[in-house]
């Protein structure tokens, strides 16, 4: 599998404090089938996105992780004008392993009314938006009309594993199933901050995938797309399958 979503690199974010932290994380992906994982620290208000930084840290992470998987940068963006303007002025500067895709992360606060805008102004730049969790996010979770329509303009979406499973409660959970039966969701990913509490692990949601909603969709939104955003080459879902449904869910 193909993690394009981590906070893996240690004393960055609010993600792994130490490179012990780091191996950890790497070696806990690694027994749970992540073959390729992408560091994605925080650039927000809190956070500074540092790329001398970033690569001191990656190269640290990947000498001591030594084979365990591979290891690409990227970064958790957050929507915010500094940003957007940085980005459009260094479009390869926070894509995923320096390529197209852009994992755009959304306040909880405020949704810009002008996002259609700020998407194209992305994409006039070379930079695919990928909205980050929306399932996690209140203002999101009201949207999905709004995110259909993001899609449709060329906008991706990414679930969190624990999502599925259950791991954020059922409203996150049922707001992924309405997008997934919608057919807007491309990537699952971990955004795996540790190794307790949020764990950078990939294959219960693959699991739960295969067996709601088919293996190929299991295998696009956890390898085949992931692995295109690493390319930057186009995302594709396969035809729509019903929903594998247990009985006792037609009395909800």
């Not at 409660?169 to 491309?186: C, I, K, N, P, Y």
């Not at 299991?218 to 594709?236: D, F, I, Q, S, Y």
Request: with cysteine.
């Amino acid at each position: 599998m193909i993690d394009i979503h981590s906070h893996v690199l240690f004393g960055l974010d609010d993600g792994a404090r130490t490179l012990e932290d780091s191996l950890a994380m790497v070696r806990m992906a690694a027994e749970h089938g992540t073959t390729d994982l992408v560091a994605t620290p925080h650039a927000n208000l809190e956070y500074e996105f540092d790329p001398e930084r970033i690569a001191e840290r990656i190269a640290q992470v990947r000498e001591a992780a030594g084979a365990a998987l591979r290891l690409y940068t990227g970064c958790d963006f957050h929507l915010s004008f500094d940003n957007i303007q940085d980005a459009i002025d260094h479009p390869r500067k926070y894509t995923i392993n320096q390529q197209s895709y852009l994992l755009v992360e959304f306040s909880e606060l405020l949704i810009f009314r002008n996002t259609d805008e700020i998407f194209a102004r992305l994409g006039d730049a070379g930079m695919m938006p990928v909205i980050t969790h929306p399932e996690r996010n209140g203002l999101l979770r009201q949207r999905a009309d709004t995110i259909a329509k993001w899609v449709e303009a060329g906008a991706r979406v990414q679930l969190t594993a624990q999502s599925l499973t259950g791991g954020f409660g059922r409203r996150a959970q049922d707001f992924s199933r309405e997008l997934l039966d919608r057919g807007v969701v491309h990537v699952v990913a971990s955004d795996g901050h540790d190794c307790e509490r949020r764990p950078p692990v990939m294959d219960q949601a693959r699991a739960w995938l295969r067996n709601q909603y088919g293996d190929a969709l299991a295998e696009a939104l956890c390898v085949t797309n992931p692995g295109a955003a690493l390319k930057g080459e186009a995302m594709h879902l396969p035809e729509a399958e019903s929903p594998v449904r247990k009985w006792y869910e037609f009395w909800r």
